[in-house]
């Protein structure tokens, strides 16, 4: 059972505009949603994170948006880099059970 | 501070044997996790520790064991090689800050592992 889900696997974007990245969980007893980014041959380095308990978190260019009746999270970037050209995976977190999205390519053009 | 170091980096199997991907961590977190991502897929999680002596099941476990003798390491053990076990494997640490575990993740570098 896929519990996170990120419809789109991939997304361009031109430098300087925003970057929306979205993701659909399914079980709602989650106490943390969280991303990651990962460049090629990285792990995975984390990018924020939101309390299932608040709708917004925002830590410089990005912010992270909660929705819980709809069951969903969505990342935004602002504006783009060239440099946030990566791999996005969103997660969910409770009591050490983290359920990862299949992940984004995100690529921003200079 | 090197953070969370795996070795190896590459490796390639023949069907049934064994090996054991070596974690190790520096920043005296106390919890640890493996993942493995498949193409396409999302990070699926093997097994975890909280602590030294400690260990669990996470997701997918089957076909893999881990011991947790040391806070500073944490070995994944393939013992009898399949190909569905071609993988990248990823090793993570955490630690439970004040105000509860967020969830934080230090992930290495990780470790390609081909089975043929």
């Known amino acids: 059972d896929q519990q996170v889900k990120q419809n789109s696997p991939s997304l361009s974007v031109q430098e300087g505009r925003i970057s929306i990245l979205n993701c659909d969980y399914t079980?709602?007893?989650?106490?943390?949603f969280l991303w990651y980014k990962k460049y090629p041959a990285e792990g995975p380095t984390f990018l924020i994170s939101?309390?299932?308990?608040?709708d917004k978190n925002e830590d410089g260019r990005f912010t992270v948006f909660l929705n819980k009746s709809a069951k969903h999270l969505s990342l935004h970037i602002v504006p783009s880099q060239p440099g946030d050209s990566a791999v996005y995976f969103c997660?969910?977190?409770?009591?050490?059970?983290?359920?990862f999205g299949a992940g984004t390519r995100l690529t921003v053009k200079p | 501070n090197a953070g969370v170091t795996q070795t190896p980096k590459f490796r390639i199997l023949k069907i049934g044997q064994s090996m054991t991907l070596q974690c190790a961590q520096d920043?005296?977190?106390?919890?640890m996790y493996w993942y493995r991502q498949d193409p396409g897929m999302g990070l699926k999680l093997i097994y975890y520790?909280?602590?030294?002596?400690?260990?669990d099941k996470g997701e997918v476990p089957n076909g893999y064991n881990v011991s947790r003798s040391t806070t500073e390491d944490f070995p994944l053990r393939l013992e009898l090689a399949a190909p569905s076990q071609t993988s990248v494997y990823f090793c993570?640490?955490?630690?439970?800050?004040?105000?509860?575990?967020?969830?934080?993740?230090?992930f290495g570098e990780g470790s390609r592992l081909t089975v043929l």
């Open positions: 993570a640490s955490s630690y439970p800050k004040a105000g509860g575990d967020t969830g934080e993740l230090f």
């Open positions: 079980n709602s007893m989650f106490d943390y």
């Open positions: 939101i309390s299932s308990i608040k």
């Open positions: 997660a969910t977190y409770n009591n050490n059970d983290m359920r």
């Open positions: 920043m005296n977190h106390n919890y």
């Open positions: 520790s909280v602590g030294a002596g400690i260990t």
